[in-house]
């Protein structure tokens, strides 16, 4: 008779050596699969270091290529005095700029006074007109019996 290959009795795949495992011998170590053997680097802490150094080397080659007020005073030809006048002249107009807003604003106001001093006027029409309205609904209501029983 031929012996097949499958494995028929627990003894046909236990090992056969001096750690034979029975029914009455200690139960081996568990195997630690949350234990690696080596050091292994995360994706996210690759992420993290790449971002610090790319954040050191623009800062200190950004800080190297910034340019300063000393290199924009040596850049230009004029003077403190014509640059002073310039900056004078803009301030005038912006001046003249901010005085137009404010005329602009003080003009909405008025407008907008105008506006609530109608409106109010035609409020109190309104409620007069309500009133007469009431008045003669009361009267059209008291005079109708009055009329009918004549």
């Keep these: 008779m031929l012996r097949s290959l499958k494995p028929k009795v627990l003894d046909d795949i236990t090992f056969r050596g001096p750690d034979r495992i029975s029914a009455f011998t200690s139960i081996p170590k568990r195997v630690n699969l949350g234990y690696r053997s080596g050091r292994s680097f995360s994706g996210l802490l690759i992420a993290k270091i790449v971002v610090v150094v790319f954040v050191a080397i623009f800062l200190v080659l950004g800080s190297v290529t910034a340019p300063t007020t ?14 002073r006048e310039a900056l004078e002249a803009r301030l005038k107009e912006l001046e003249s700029q901010i005085s137009e807003y404010e005329d602009r604003v003080l003009g909405y106001k008025k407008q907008g006074m105008t506006l609530e001093n109608e409106v109010s006027s035609l409020n109190s029409k309104i409620a007069k007109l309500n009133l007469q309205i009431d008045n003669r609904q009361w009267l059209n209501s008291y005079l109708k019996p009055a009329l009918r029983s004549q």
């Design 70 to 83: 000393h290199t924009f005073a040596a850049n230009e030809e004029s003077g403190p005095g014509e640059e």
